[in-house]
């Protein structure tokens, strides 16, 4: 018989924390220092993009302890929408982060400053090719915990090590052209890392707003809940049904009918093991309200 090893969400945490927090910072250095050597703007955007990194991982880590605490007098549903709050600020990090790599880009580009640099050296295209690897796996190193512990902040995060990944590669093609007699590839690459930011950046505030405005958790998610508590011998039909994202976690508003000649211990022992089958099969699913109306007629269905 194999049992279940219960989650350990604390040492999840740490675990992404080092990781995104370590690799960032040794990449911004190593990429800083290549940039500046390989006279590359690009390069030095992209050590500024992975610098950004460090403190929206420190965010994100805030974020999700804060969300983690319990109920209290004054917040007596939980904290967990404080990591959208995260969620938010890193969005709104990586949009400034973005404009101002995008404006430095588009200044050389207008006013051909790029003409005056140096050709970028080959440690700049090593160091743009060297980030491409350890970005994308600290991506999917990231995004594969954060779906373990069902963190928004966390999964924000990843995508910001994605966006670091493709802006290297937009590097790598800046470097590259560059050195083979193209110098506004350089700071066109900028652009087109400016560029990637931003989508990534709104695609986070999407998901983060949506969570805070008490979003319907889809027609999908609707159907499967509904279909297994539909399979209940004890109720008789479903009313309504209807879920909303509060942070990371959901919470549901049910409606069910029972035989109108149910005691009310009966009705009450039903809504308790619909309550706790829900939470149990659903795990993210927090609380459901259970509101129950008599079935006048019975042969209704």
């Not at 008490?214 to 109720?235: A, F, N, P």
Request: hydrophobic fraction near 45%; charged fraction near 20%.
């Amino acid at each position: 018989m194999t049992t279940t090893t219960p989650l350990n969400e604390g040492k999840i945490i740490k675990k992404i924390s080092f990781v995104s927090i370590a690799g960032n910072a040794v990449l911004s250095v190593f990429k800083l220092i290549a940039g500046i050597l390989g006279h590359s703007s690009a390069m030095i955007s992209d050590a500024i993009h992975s610098f950004s990194d460090v403190f929206t991982t420190l965010i994100a880590l805030v974020g999700v302890k804060i969300s983690g605490r319990t109920a209290d007098d004054s917040h007596p549903y939980g904290h967990e929408r404080l990591e959208c709050v995260a969620s938010l600020i890193l969005g709104l990090v990586l949009m400034i982060t973005g404009l101002g790599i995008g404006k430095t880009g588009l200044e050389s580009i207008i006013y051909g400053t790029y003409k005056d640099l140096s050709s970028p050296g080959a440690i700049a295209l090593a160091a743009a090719a060297f980030s491409i690897a350890c970005k994308e796996g600290m991506y999917w190193y990231t995004r594969n915990n954060a779906k373990k512990i069902n963190s928004s902040a966390f999964m924000a995060d990843a995508w910001h090590h994605r966006s670091d990944a493709l802006s290297s590669i937009g590097a790598l093609i800046g470097i590259g052209g560059t050195m083979l007699g193209f110098p506004v590839m350089d700071p066109a690459a900028s652009v087109l890392i400016c560029l990637f930011i931003l989508k990534v950046s709104y695609d986070i505030l999407k998901d983060a707003l949506s969570k805070m405005l008490d979003t319907s958790c889809g027609e999908d998610y609707d159907k499967k809940l509904m279909e297994y508590i539909s399979t209940r011998e004890d109720i008789a039909r479903i009313d309504m049904l209807r879920s909303r994202m509060f942070g990371s976690k959901v919470y549901v508003d049910l409606e069910i009918a029972l035989d109108g000649d149910s005691s009310l211990k009966e009705a009450h022992d039903v809504a308790e093991r619909i309550h706790r089958d829900v939470e149990k099969q659903f795990p993210d699913v927090k609380h459901i309200m259970i509101h129950m109306n008599p079935l006048v007629d019975s042969s209704v269905k």
